[in-house]
């Protein structure tokens, strides 16, 4: 079983910067493709990012592309989501998900973490 956790969140100003970080605890992270989601109040979660256990792929939802950056340390089985140029529209509780083992899709996020909130103020 994989066990993952995020820290980083908090309050930023719009215009700032904050980085995310998520911890996965159990076996093959480096075959596991990873991902951040968010969920803001009274909407649906939504993808924000992934990152391939490959190496080859790197998605973004349109709504950060440019802003946002994840990245993933192997060696430390963790997960990162540099939150660049912050506005208020992106205050929301901030997911990490991990895949399956070896998976070769980015929708099959079979664990998640607790959540972190990011709140951005104007």
């Known amino acids: 079983q994989v066990q993952l956790g995020e820290s980083g969140g908090g309050l930023a100003q719009a215009g700032g910067s904050q980085r995310l970080s998520c911890r996965a605890s159990g076996l093959a992270f480096s075959s596991r493709n990873m991902a951040w989601f968010r969920q803001a109040p009274g909407k649906e979660r939504e993808f924000v990012a992934a990152k391939g256990w490959t190496g080859d792929t790197t998605l973004y939802t349109d709504s950060v592309k440019g802003r946002f950056t994840i990245s993933r340390d192997n060696s430390k089985n963790t997960v990162y989501l540099q939150m660049n140029s912050l506005k208020p529209e992106d205050t929301a509780v901030y997911y990490c998900?991990?895949?399956?083992?070896?998976?070769?899709?980015?929708?099959?996020?079979?664990?998640w973490g607790q959540g972190t909130q990011v709140t951005v103020s104007s």
């Open positions: 998900a991990a895949s399956s083992v070896g998976s070769m899709q980015f929708v099959d996020y079979d664990y």
